[in-house]
């Protein structure tokens, strides 16, 4: 993968001498060199390049007035390479990928080019989880970020959490997935009746319905998730319903589409 740069600096012979140490990485190439700021802002719009060589003591522009000038979507990754390491906390403070003092040295630069590597690396790798994300999406119709959830569960092997946490305004309560009696949807919110008490969380149902152990937790309406463990009866309707009597002494309506569920409770 090729990482195409654009030298910024003052002196021709920085330039230049970057450039011919450059030259030496096979994945680098040098798409242009400028002066100063203004020739730099020029060039990073119009190659797009992946990385930037910045001088900060400039005549007119600085480096740091280069970045700052840029907008967020053209942003390459910046090194600084300066004469002065005073600008060092700076140069972090602004995001830069790795600051080098001049001369630069073939080691010195061997260490950026790396660095740099690494970075493009984990921004292909996250690029290609979200597309992965979004295509899972599209086909299972869960939110992005619920599957994100499933996976990184997964990755961990933990599929599902024995916990739940809870927040409401400065507090945060740990629900115990097991002591759940029943949820039910209220717009965007889900109440989870835990005994005697309500615990409301601000998600969709889906999204709830991603963190519970579908061989514990099953829903039995579209607004309605039922704890398997906490199911005391099974009442048949007349009209070929069915009530489920909890532990707790919620009665609870089971839909027709969610008939089948009833194998799960025998």
Same mark, same amino acid.
Request: glycine content about 4%.
């Given at each position: 993968m090729s990482i195409r740069a654009i030298i910024v600096d003052d002196e021709s012979l920085a330039r230049r001498g970057l450039a011919m140490r450059l030259a030496r990485f096979e994945d680098v190439a040098v798409v242009a060199q400028c002066q100063n700021g203004r020739e730099a802002l020029h060039a990073i719009a119009e190659q797009q390049p992946d990385l930037v060589f910045l001088d900060i003591q400039m005549p007119g522009l600085s480096g740091f007035d280069v970045v700052r000038a840029l907008p967020t979507d053209q942003l390459p990754l910046i090194v600084f390479? *300066?004469?002065?390491?005073?600008?060092?906390?700076?140069?972090?403070? #602004?995001?830069?990928?790795?600051?080098?003092?001049?001369?630069?040295?073939?080691?010195?630069?061997?260490? *950026?080019?790396?660095?740099?590597?690494?970075h493009r690396a984990q921004q292909t790798a996250l690029a290609d989880k979200q597309r992965l994300m979004h295509f899972i999406s599209d086909i299972t119709g869960e939110q992005y970020q619920s599957v994100d959830q499933v996976l990184e569960r997964a990755e961990a092997g933990q599929q599902y959490p024995s916990r739940i946490s809870v927040k409401d305004r400065q507090e945060t309560t740990l629900v115990d997935v097991r002591d #759940?009696?029943?949820?039910?949807?209220?717009?965007?919110? /889900?109440?989870?009746?835990? &005994? +005697?008490?309500?615990? #409301? /969380?601000?998600? !969709?149902?889906?999204?709830? +319905?991603?963190?519970?152990?579908?061989?514990?937790?099953?829903?039995?309406?579209?607004? !309605?998730?039922?704890?398997?463990?906490?199911?005391?009866?099974?009442?048949?309707? !007349?009209? &070929?319903?069915?009530?489920?009597? /909890?532990?707790? &002494?919620?009665?609870?309506k089971m839909s027709r589409g969610y008939k089948d569920k009833i194998k799960h409770f025998a």
């Amino acid at each position: 993968m090729s990482i195409r740069a654009i030298i910024v600096d003052d002196e021709s012979l920085a330039r230049r001498g970057l450039a011919m140490r450059l030259a030496r990485f096979e994945d680098v190439a040098v798409v242009a060199q400028c002066q100063n700021g203004r020739e730099a802002l020029h060039a990073i719009a119009e190659q797009q390049p992946d990385l930037v060589f910045l001088d900060i003591q400039m005549p007119g522009l600085s480096g740091f007035d280069v970045v700052r000038a840029l907008p967020t979507d053209q942003l390459p990754l910046i090194v600084f390479v *300066t004469a002065f390491n005073e600008y060092a906390l700076d140069a972090f403070d #602004i995001h830069a990928i790795d600051y080098v003092l001049k001369p630069a040295d073939e080691q010195r630069l061997e260490k *950026t080019i790396e660095r740099v590597r690494a970075h493009r690396a984990q921004q292909t790798a996250l690029a290609d989880k979200q597309r992965l994300m979004h295509f899972i999406s599209d086909i299972t119709g869960e939110q992005y970020q619920s599957v994100d959830q499933v996976l990184e569960r997964a990755e961990a092997g933990q599929q599902y959490p024995s916990r739940i946490s809870v927040k409401d305004r400065q507090e945060t309560t740990l629900v115990d997935v097991r002591d #759940i009696s029943w949820v039910d949807a209220a717009g965007d919110y /889900m109440c989870l009746h835990v &005994g +005697e008490q309500v615990h #409301i /969380m601000r998600c !969709t149902m889906k999204e709830l +319905e991603s963190l519970l152990d579908p061989n514990l937790f099953q829903r039995i309406h579209r607004s !309605t998730i039922i704890n398997l463990d906490q199911v005391e009866k099974i009442i048949n309707h !007349t009209n &070929g319903e069915y009530f489920l009597a /909890m532990k707790n &002494g919620a009665r609870l309506k089971m839909s027709r589409g969610y008939k089948d569920k009833i194998k799960h409770f025998a």
